[in-house]
């Protein structure tokens, strides 16, 4: 039973113990630590294509690590952030972005969960407010039996 406690107790606290994932080796990192720190920022808002909703600086998949080599060589090439991140957009499309733009079709998505939940709530207090209470009137004998369990 002791062992079965420590297990579990150890298996809940591993993630609380887990440093983060290092995804970007050692042979990627730039000699110039700004341009570095730029990759950083434009990698850490792409999306891995292959894993949901993790960023390409934190995944360690194979096409997360071209990806974040694409952009050390756009930057050194003369890229600004805005222009790196075009060219991961145009070639992989906005499904690349962490956090996609709030213009054309995505404008759509964008919308509709606020405007649902508003038409959700709409309904849900009309059909309240049409709601009538119950206005059923006690028998004689039910009346009685009710205050007989009420005394007891």
């Known amino acids: 039973m002791r062992a079965f406690v420590l297990s579990v107790m150890l298996s809940l606290a591993a993630p609380l113990m887990a ?3 290092l995804a970007v080796q050692p042979d ?3 000699s110039d630590p700004a341009l570095e720190a730029r990759a950083r920022e434009i990698t850490s808002e ?3 294509v292959v894993c949901r909703n993790e960023s390409v600086d934190d995944s360690t998949a194979d096409i997360a690590r071209d990806v974040r080599l694409m952009v050390r060589e756009r930057l050194v090439a003369g890229d600004t952030n805005p222009e790196a991140i075009q060219y991961m957009v145009d070639r ?3 499904y690349i972005l962490l956090n996609p733009r709030a213009s054309g079709t995505n404008l759509i998505l964008w919308i ?3 405007v649902l939940l508003l038409a959700g709530l709409g309904i849900a207090f009309v059909a309240i407010r049409r709601r ?3 206005t059923e009137v006690l028998s004689a004998e039910e009346e009685a039996r009710l205050k007989d369990l009420l005394r007891d």
């Open 112 to 114: 509709s969960g606020p």
């Open 28 to 30: 990627e990192v730039l």
């Open 19 to 21: 440093g983060p994932a």
């Open 92 to 94: 992989f499309g906005e």
């Open 132 to 134: 009538k209470p119950a």
């Open 46 to 48: 792409l999306r891995c």
